[in-house]
């Protein structure tokens, strides 16, 4: 009951770790806004700002041109020396926060401080939206109604402009835009008309409305900079897994080379005394210097043969392995019959099918034309395979050899055993390097678990296929599959047989157009 209790306990505990973990950034992220008094990202603050201020800077041109269009039409109900004073300002004003652009843009995104910059550029645009709402002032009792119809649509372009190009900081939009509408709100509500009462209520009703829409392109620019944060993040980790892939490889290339300089110091190191040692006990074992006396002894000489016989057999499979990983094992390719090496396996192997008293069927197509191999490689390749089926064939059981035309014009060998088999599972072990199954293990005689790799990959090199399909109890199949660009196919003659030359001869010759005969002798010369 106590162990219950504590599973639950570590289980809440986790959720509330992991509770913690997921709630963690967006702390961090409130916490921030709050300390900054900002809704938007820290993070993405600069570039927001750096935003507002291209814009800026891109309508350096634009914007004046505005203001000057704005002014001469003033003219017509306003005096002239309140137009050119309210120009002058709104000149100075937009200087002001062109400069401050500038400089924000010339300072180093590692040196910006984003809360003094974000003031500084509120209260530029704050004068700024000042100036512009002065021209509501300019002939503030104009006699012509158009006058304050011209008013109301110059501030509405001029508001719809500052709330495009501030968009991207909410608290920049709300300084250079409220001061416009409030004026021109105060000075209608002054005029004591129903008519420009009802123009006031239109001005606080756009300026809602444009609120709304610079809020929206607000999250579009912030969801375009956390699109492109999720990117560059992207490439970050993309760049870095290649890195650690790259050290990898070079690791692994390394140990590559440290395993065949390893093999090869190895290789030459163990078979100088294993000669000996084979030598010496062939020569005791066959008693060619005088007879063993004692038994025991000569059965000890047998099992140092035998030992090291099978550790030179060893040696030699890695080796072989190792090469065709590296890709050092060259081919020395040439056209021999698949049929003359299967038959020269099966005669080297023929003791070994005798003494454990297995039948041997052999079904193999004749007439198969010649392959272009390495006769060494396949021979091996024939050797394992064969030696793997009468090593885990029981005795009295049945060993089967089939080879024949593939169906794509390649030529395909089977050998086939009754013996225990390899189940579903333990099929990929075996193809790896030191893999055996385990029914087979038990029941068979010991083995290096390298000559189905080493078969493997001697008919890749081939570019052929190997298969093996096994199932438990029912013994294993081995299929090796030769493409049909290694079958060599005798050529057509080039020039037409006996028989054929004959008839040719004795066909009548149609008539031909004076010098016909002359230029067909010619081409046949």
Same mark, same amino acid.
């Given at each position: 009951?106590?162990?219950?209790?504590?599973?639950? +306990?570590?289980?809440?505990?986790?959720?509330? =770790?992991?509770?913690?973990?997921?709630?963690?950034?967006?702390?961090?992220?409130?916490?921030?806004?709050?300390?900054?008094?900002?809704?938007?990202?820290?993070?993405?603050?600069?570039?927001?700002?750096?935003?507002?201020?291209?814009?800026?800077?891109?309508?350096?041109?634009?914007?004046?041109?505005?203001?000057?269009?704005?002014?001469?039409?003033?003219?017509?109900?306003?005096?002239?020396?309140?137009?050119? &004073?309210?120009? *002058?300002?709104?000149?100075?004003?937009?200087?002001?926060?062109?400069?401050?652009?500038?400089?924000?843009?010339?300072?180093?995104?590692?040196?910006?401080?984003?809360?003094?910059?974000?003031?500084?550029?509120?209260?530029?645009?704050?004068?700024?939206?000042?100036?512009?709402?002065?021209?509501?002032?300019?002939?503030?009792?104009?006699?012509?109604?158009?006058?304050?119809?011209?008013?109301?649509?110059?501030?509405?372009?001029?508001? =719809?402009?500052?709330?495009?190009?501030?968009?991207? !900081?909410?608290?920049?939009?709300?300084?250079? =835009?409220?001061?416009?509408?409030?004026?021109?709100?105060?000075?209608?509500?002054?005029?004591?008309?129903?008519?420009?009462?009802?123009?006031?209520?239109?001005?606080?009703?756009?300026?809602?409305?444009?609120?709304?829409?610079?809020?929206?392109?607000?999250?579009?620019?912030?969801?375009?900079?956390?699109?492109?944060?999720?990117?560059?993040?992207?490439?970050? @980790?993309?760049?870095?897994?290649?890195?650690?892939?790259?050290?990898?490889?070079?690791?692994?290339?390394?140990?590559?080379?440290?395993?065949?300089?390893?093999?090869?110091?190895?290789?030459?190191?163990?078979?100088?005394?294993?000669?000996?040692?084979?030598?010496?006990?062939?020569?005791?074992?066959? @008693?060619?210097?005088?007879?063993?006396?004692?038994?025991?002894?000569? @059965?000890?000489?047998?099992?140092?043969?035998?030992?090291?016989?099978?550790?030179?057999?060893?040696?030699?499979?890695?080796?072989?392995?190792?090469?065709? +990983?590296?890709?050092?094992?060259?081919?020395?390719?040439? *056209?021999?019959?698949?049929?003359?090496?299967?038959?020269?396996?099966?005669?080297?192997?023929?003791?070994?099918?005798?003494?454990?008293?297995?039948?041997?069927?052999?079904?193999?197509?004749?007439?198969?034309?010649?392959?272009?191999?390495?006769?060494?490689?396949?021979?091996?390749?024939?050797?394992?395979?064969?030696?793997?089926?009468?090593?885990?064939?029981?005795?009295?059981?049945?060993?089967?050899?089939?080879?024949?035309?593939?169906?794509?014009?390649?030529?395909?060998?089977?050998?086939?055993?009754?013996?225990?088999?390899?189940?579903?599972?333990?099929?990929?072990?075996?193809?790896?390097?030191? &893999?055996?199954?385990?029914?087979?293990?038990?029941?068979?005689?010991?083995?290096?678990?390298?000559?189905?790799?080493?078969?493997?990959?001697?008919? +890749?090199?081939?570019? &052929?296929?190997?298969?093996?399909?096994?199932?438990?109890?029912?013994?294993?199949? *081995?299929?090796?599959?030769?493409?049909?660009?290694?079958?060599?196919?005798?050529?057509?003659?080039?020039?037409?047989?006996?028989?054929?030359?004959?008839?040719?001869?004795? *066909?009548?010759?149609?008539?031909?157009?004076? &010098?016909?005969?002359?230029?067909? !002798?010619? +081409?046949?010369?």
């Amino acid at each position: 009951m106590r162990s219950v209790n504590e599973a639950d +306990e570590r289980s809440q505990g986790a959720a509330r =770790t992991n509770r913690r973990h997921n709630l963690s950034p967006h702390i961090r992220e409130a916490r921030e806004r709050l300390a900054h008094g900002y809704d938007a990202k820290p993070e993405f603050q600069y570039e927001l700002l750096s935003i507002f201020v291209r814009n800026e800077l891109g309508a350096m041109v634009t914007i004046p041109l505005l203001a000057i269009i704005v002014a001469l039409a003033s003219m017509f109900w306003a005096p002239v020396e309140e137009v050119l &004073g309210w120009l *002058a300002v709104l000149f100075i004003a937009r200087t002001m926060l062109i400069i401050h652009c500038r400089r924000f843009i010339r300072t180093p995104a590692n040196e910006v401080n984003l809360e003094d910059w974000t003031k500084t550029l509120i209260i530029a645009e704050l004068l700024y939206g000042l100036s512009w709402a002065g021209v509501v002032l300019v002939g503030l009792h104009p006699t012509d109604p158009t006058g304050h119809i011209f008013m109301f649509a110059a501030l509405i372009v001029a508001l =719809t402009i500052r709330l495009m190009f501030a968009s991207t !900081v909410m608290p920049v939009v709300y300084a250079g =835009t409220v001061p416009m509408t409030a004026v021109l709100v105060a000075r209608f509500i002054l005029l004591d008309d129903p008519f420009y009462w009802a123009m006031a209520s239109m001005a606080v009703g756009l300026h809602i409305y444009f609120v709304f829409l610079a809020k929206g392109l607000n999250a579009t620019v912030m969801a375009m900079l956390e699109f492109r944060a999720e990117k560059s993040s992207l490439v970050a @980790e993309l760049e870095g897994a290649k890195s650690i892939s790259d050290e990898a490889r070079r690791r692994a290339e390394e140990a590559n080379t440290a395993k065949s300089r390893f093999l090869a110091t190895m290789s030459h190191e163990l078979r100088t005394p294993l000669n000996a040692i084979l030598g010496f006990s062939e020569v005791m074992k066959s @008693e060619i210097m005088g007879p063993v006396s004692n038994p025991t002894y000569k @059965e000890y000489c047998e099992n140092i043969h035998s030992s090291g016989s099978h550790l030179l057999h060893l040696i030699n499979e890695i080796l072989d392995l190792s090469r065709i +990983e590296a890709g050092r094992h060259d081919l020395h390719e040439e *056209a021999v019959f698949f049929v003359d090496i299967a038959e020269d396996c099966h005669r080297l192997l023929r003791l070994r099918l005798e003494s454990k008293n297995l039948r041997l069927v052999e079904t193999v197509d004749r007439s198969l034309p010649q392959v272009w191999v390495d006769p060494r490689a396949l021979r091996q390749v024939c050797l394992n395979l064969l030696t793997n089926a009468i090593k885990f064939t029981p005795n009295g059981g049945l060993v089967e050899i089939r080879l024949e035309a593939a169906h794509d014009g390649g030529q395909r060998l089977i050998i086939k055993d009754n013996g225990p088999g390899i189940s579903k599972e333990e099929l990929p072990r075996v193809m790896q390097a030191f &893999g055996q199954g385990s029914l087979a293990h038990q029941s068979a005689e010991g083995g290096t678990g390298l000559g189905l790799p080493i078969v493997k990959s001697l008919v +890749e090199l081939h570019n &052929g296929t190997f298969e093996l399909r096994s199932k438990l109890r029912r013994g294993t199949e *081995a299929i090796v599959t030769l493409p049909a660009n290694r079958s060599l196919k005798a050529l057509q003659p080039l020039q037409p047989l006996g028989a054929e030359r004959h008839r040719n001869a004795t *066909a009548p010759v149609p008539p031909q157009m004076p &010098g016909e005969h002359a230029r067909a !002798v010619a +081409e046949t010369a």
